[in-house]
């Protein structure tokens, strides 16, 4: 999972990227980067960490041009190298810039195709590298005969549809084209297009992953950049789409659940509403176990910050008091997204700190979006204990997560998972809880689309993947060594 944005038409737009950027940090800390281009060719500054470290007011002078892409990266693929940092640049055929949200199922089988059927060598071990060499190879006839056009831009997105499975929301430039975006024919990973006109009345274009950026930078007339589209916005301003190929829209539900800013929008489905629903209808399964085992609560309390508005729902429907128990720093980063074990269980202990005078002798209700390895949820209930909690119950606004995610989240390995293979009851004696209870997989999906005109990809709590899986196995040796290789 990854953040992504790029604007066409307008002056300074790397200092409009660099404020997207600033707004989609949530979706990656790993690294950060900003591609622009002028007459003179392409401008990049791109390396580990932050936004807010990686660009300073030096360097982001060097990024000139009216058109500009940039990206903040959660890796799922590849290690948290330099190398792997995007914007990725091909200098062949014209010049293209990319970046990603996805993950590819098959990108080891394309890593090898690629070098021993089109003798393209690979310099990261990145999938986005792999989607822009296949870009790359479906431009190259055209590149020999004269500049691109927006046909030459629609066969080369049909040959990655024909070879890349899984998530991909792509936002790139082409040297005297322009910009192009297009998502995978499933739709996985969101990506927003948005127009204004400018004070001189020309119009200026801009795609990013969330709806609060376009927002934020003052855009308008949003829409989403349909599955298996593809948009192309030139360098004179002209808008062209094309409908490359679909399959059934199955946008990820963890993007409702956790990952996106609460003010965003998606596939036309509030966030902050979705988030209120799923609360609501947290409600009436806590009710029933609670008439079930005899169990009664005195607080209500979020785990800051994504639960917090479906604690306040929850709290409201069951009629007991909402507290703020656990009081979150500021300064540390989602722990869910660290790259590796022993760095999320350090940065949880310092975290979240409770509130004892709230928690003494009580009996409490913690709210959590998801619960995936178990790791927070394990310490946040031990950390309530050793506060005074008469006895600490866990609701989790989603269901259980017992299968991998292949296509961007960071869960691709059963072993990783709490709920595969355990009952309710080993849920709850491996987190130390004296209940945990979860949403419902009906409740979840009536919540993110009540008119059921969308089903979302569910896989990790259905096992039912909506693409072929061949090649899973390469891509969990793979994390594995990425994972052997960050310790």
């Known amino acids: ?42 401008h990049y500054v791109r390396n580990l960490g932050l936004v807010e470290n990686v660009f300073t007011a030096e360097n ?18 590849g290690k948290s190298e330099l190398r792997n940092v ?49 870009f790359a190879e479906g431009l190259s006839a055209s590149a020999q005969m004269r500049a691109p056009a927006f046909e030459d831009i629609s066969r080369a997105v049909s040959f990655i549809f024909q070879k890349a499975v899984g998530s991909y ?26 127009s204004r006109r400018s004070s001189s009345e020309k119009v200026e274009y801009a795609f990013a992953s969330e709806s609060s950026v376009l927002d934020f930078l003052g855009f308008e007339k949003f829409e989403n950049v349909l599955p298996g589209e593809l948009i192309c916005v030139n360098l004179k301003g002209e808008v062209f789409r094309k409908t490359i190929g679909t399959q059934k829209h199955r946008p990820c539900m963890f993007e409702w659940v956790y990952f996106a800013a609460p003010q965003s929008e998606i596939e036309g489905s509030p966030v902050y509403k979705a988030r209120i629903a799923l609360g609501k209808k947290m409600a009436v399964t806590v009710r029933e176990r609670m008439q079930k085992d005899d169990i009664q609560f ?23 008091p ?59 209930i031990e ?24 296509y961007g989240i960071d869960f691709p390995m059963e072993n990783e998972l709490l709920a595969h293979n355990k009952s309710l009851e080993g849920i709850e004696k491996a987190l130390g809880a004296d209940g945990v209870i ?21 896989a990790c709590l259905t096992g039912e993947y909506p693409t072929a899986t061949e090649g899973v196995n390469d891509l969990i040796k793979t994390r594995n060594e990425d994972r052997c290789a960050y310790k």
């Open 322 to 380: 909402y507290r703020e128990v656990l009081i979150k720093n500021r300064y540390i980063t989602r722990t869910f997204i660290l790259d590796t074990q022993d760095k999320r269980d350090q940065a949880v202990q310092l975290k979240l700190a409770p509130v004892c005078s709230e928690i003494k002798d009580k009996r409490v209700l913690l709210v959590d979006d998801s619960i995936v390895r178990g790791t927070t949820s394990r310490k946040l």
């Open 438 to 458: 979860y949403q419902e997989v009906s409740a979840l999906e009536e919540a993110l689309f009540p008119d059921r005109k969308i089903t979302p990809c569910m």
């Open 298 to 320: 005195d607080v209500v309390a979020p785990v800051p910050e994504t639960a917090r508005t479906a604690a306040i729902a929850l709290a409201e429907e069951l009629g007991v």
């Open 1 to 42: 999972m990854c953040g992504v944005i790029g604007l066409i038409g307008t002056s300074q737009a790397s200092n409009k990227v660099l404020r997207g950027l600033s707004l989609l940090q949530h979706r990656g800390q790993d690294a950060a980067g900003i591609l622009s281009y002028d007459e003179s060719g392409f």
């Open 60 to 77: 982001m002078k060097s990024l000139t041009g009216e058109m500009a892409i940039g990206h903040v990266r959660y890796g799922t693929a």
């Open 169 to 194: 929301s792509i936002v790139t430039m082409v040297a005297g084209f322009g910009l192009v975006a297009f998502r995978d024919p499933h739709g996985f990973r969101p990506l927003m297009m948005g």
């Open 86 to 134: 995007q914007p990725f640049l091909l200098n062949f055929p014209y010049g293209i810039g990319m970046v990603h949200n996805g993950n590819l199922v098959n990108f080891q089988a394309l890593t090898h195709e690629l070098k021993t059927k089109y003798q393209r060598q690979p310099l990261a071990d990145s999938d986005t590298e792999n989607i822009i060499n296949l």
């Open 383 to 406: 950390l309530v204990r050793m506060a005074g909690a008469k006895e600490v119950y866990f609701a989790s606004t989603c269901p259980p997560i017992k299968h991998p995610c292949y």
